[in-house]
């Protein structure tokens, strides 16, 4: 091995180059405005900190049945309309669909108490009862996405009169796969004793979501917190790269505070004691039986996902009773189900198509 020869004044003035480039960029770039969330939507319902918004139709004839978007708790929904030419919703819109989305909002300190049932039985349900009452409906389609498919697929077993057609993406279902950092973080490779999870709620109440995001990052600790960063100076001259790069980072710092016993409960109950396939978890006094899922399933993972691993989400097939079952993996990792031009390309078609044809 040869030691690479670099010389300390041609270190400093690539240094200073390369930090010239990038205040010049961005400092002209905040004049620009970087939009997210731009497809025009309407408030219909509010319930403390949740607010359910409809999107505007952008077709004359819409698919009769509209479609609920239930995303995760831990980041915010607009990954599914992160820019318009990349954009889930937009999308579907497009396809015909009348689309509606949960928005969680931001816990606030007097939230910690704030439960899974409360998320499932009083939010999640309480939205469904506003769109079926707006449209005289008895039952609509419902789009799970990652930890919002978890809390789904608990409303749907226990209310599924409710739901006509399920699609779940990217969701956690077999807790206990022991693949990726994740699961082996949350407990279910060690036991109970890997993370003391009620000292953490007990000194924090609501868990930081920089806490959350940190842990996110270290789970890839090279290509997230370097790596990107260093591909960074080949797109500073680039406008509109930059500001889709800022676009994303806005999006993966925008980490809401998780309520404390909805974060304790999920850990518990999900990860360290898979109860959810085991048949042991209950709401409201009720055990959420994933038999009771009888409706259609379209379930979607990521083959190459670091924080949901595709067999933790192929197992919904051995659990849920419904016998119309699809399954549809495509070659991206976690986010790149919502930014990959070519899973955008195909993915909103492939959806709708098989809404439309239940």
Request: aromatic letters at 10%; hydrophobic letters at 40%; proline letters at 5%.
């Amino acid at each position: 091995m040869f030691p690479i020869q670099i010389r300390p004044t041609d270190a400093v003035r690539e240094v200073v180059e390369m930090t010239a480039k990038a205040t010049r960029n961005l400092s002209q770039l905040r004049e620009s405005q970087v939009e997210y969330g731009t497809a025009p939507k309407e408030e219909v319902f509010r319930e403390d900190n949740v607010v359910l918004y409809r999107y505007k139709p952008v077709k004359e004839k819409l698919y009769e049945v509209p479609l609920l978007i239930v995303y995760a708790l831990v980041n915010r929904p607009y990954m599914v309309d992160l820019q318009e030419n990349r954009s889930l919703v937009r999308s579907l819109l497009e396809l015909g669909i009348d689309v509606y989305l949960i928005d969680w909002g931001y816990p606030k300190r007097n939230d910690r108490y704030i439960t899974i049932d409360d998320h499932v039985n009083s939010y999640i349900a309480d939205c469904v009862d506003c769109i079926c009452e707006r449209h005289k409906l008895n039952k609509i389609n419902i789009l799970a996405i990652c930890q919002g498919g978890a809390l789904s697929l608990c409303y749907t077993a226990l209310h599924p009169e409710k739901v006509r057609n399920l699609v779940t993406m990217v969701t956690p279902v077999d807790f206990h796969i022991k693949d990726g950092l994740l699961n082996t973080w949350a407990g279910c490779a060690y036991g109970p004793e890997s993370m003391n999870i009620d000292a953490m709620v007990e000194a924090q109440g609501n868990i930081p979501g920089d806490f959350m995001n940190m842990g996110f990052l270290l789970l890839k600790p090279f290509q997230l917190n370097v790596e990107k960063y260093l591909g960074l100076t080949d797109i500073l001259d680039d406008e509109a790269k930059l500001i889709n790069f800022l676009r994303m980072e806005k999006w993966i710092f925008d980490s809401p505070d998780q309520a404390g016993e909805t974060f304790r409960q999920f850990l518990k109950d999900f990860y360290q004691g898979n109860k959810l396939i085991k048949g042991e978890f209950s709401l409201g006094g009720e055990k959420v039986d994933l038999k009771n899922i009888t409706m259609p399933v379209l379930n979607i993972y990521a083959e190459e996902d670091h924080l949901v691993p595709p067999a933790s989400s192929i197992a919904l097939k051995d659990y849920v009773g419904a016998k119309d079952y699809t399954v549809v993996g495509y070659p991206v990792g976690h986010i790149g189900m919502y930014v990959s031009g070519k899973v955008q390309k195909d993915l909103p078609p492939m959806i709708a198509k098989w809404l439309k044809e239940r």
